[in-house]
C-alpha cells in the first residue's frame, strides 16, 4: 500500500514538474517575440531615416557631420547587442528628437509635407516601441518572478531557465543629446 502512495506522490511530482516546465517555456516565448517586435518597429525607424536625413539635406544648410552622427548612431542601434541596445536606441532617439526641434528654424523645410509625413511616421513609431518595450519588460517580469518563485525555483535552474535582461534605457541616456547644425 505504501508503495502506491510513493509511487502516486512521484506522478504528482512528475506531473507538477511537466506543468511547471511548459508555462516558463511559454513565458520565455512570450519574452522573445515581444523583443522581436521591439526589433521590428526598430527596423522600420532605421529605414526611415535615411528618408528623414535625404529630406533634410534638400531645404536646409546642415552641416554634413551632423548628418553623419545620426547615420552612425543609426548604424551602431543596428548593430548593438541586446543588452547595449537601450543606450545605443536612447542616443539615437534624442538625436533624431534634437532633428525635430532645430527644425523649426527652418520654415521651408517646417512645411514640406515629407518632412512632416517623416515626423509623423517617426512619432508614431516611437510610442510604438515605447509600448513594445513595456510589454516586453512585462513578460520579462512575469518570466522573473515565476523563475525565481518556489516551488518553480526548484524546477527552473535545473531546467535550464535563466532570467532575461530587461530593455532599460540608462537614466544619463534619456537626455537628449547635443546635436548642432
Known amino acids: 500500500m505504501i508503495i502506491y502512495i510513493l509511487l502516486g506522490l512521484a506522478i504528482l511530482i512528475g506531473f507538477y514538474g511537466i506543468s511547471i516546465f511548459n508555462r516558463l517555456v511559454r513565458m520565455r516565448n512570450e519574452a522573445e ?70 527644425a523649426e528654424n527652418y520654415p521651408d523645410l517646417k512645411a514640406n509635407q515629407e518632412f512632416l509625413q517623416l515626423q509623423e511616421t517617426l512619432t508614431n513609431l516611437e510610442e510604438s516601441i515605447q509600448r513594445a518595450r513595456r510589454y516586453y519588460n512585462a513578460t520579462v517580469r512575469d518570466l522573473s518572478t515565476a523563475i525565481e518563485s518556489f516551488p518553480n525555483n526548484l524546477f527552473a535552474g535545473p531546467l535550464g531557465f535563466q532570467k532575461m535582461e530587461y530593455f532599460d534605457v540608462p537614466q544619463n541616456e534619456t537626455q537628449n543629446v547635443d546635436v548642432r547644425f
Do not use: C, H, W
Open 33 to 102: 517575440e515581444a523583443f522581436k517586435t521591439i526589433d521590428i518597429f526598430l527596423k522600420q525607424r532605421y529605414d526611415l531615416i535615411p528618408n528623414l536625413i535625404n529630406t533634410i539635406k534638400g531645404y536646409t544648410a546642415y552641416e554634413s557631420s551632423t548628418l553623419e552622427k545620426i547615420v552612425n548612431l543609426r548604424s551602431q542601434a543596428m548593430s548593438a547587442a541586446p543588452a547595449e541596445k537601450g543606450a545605443s536606441e536612447a542616443a539615437l532617439a534624442g538625436a533624431l528628437k534634437s532633428v525635430f526641434a532645430l
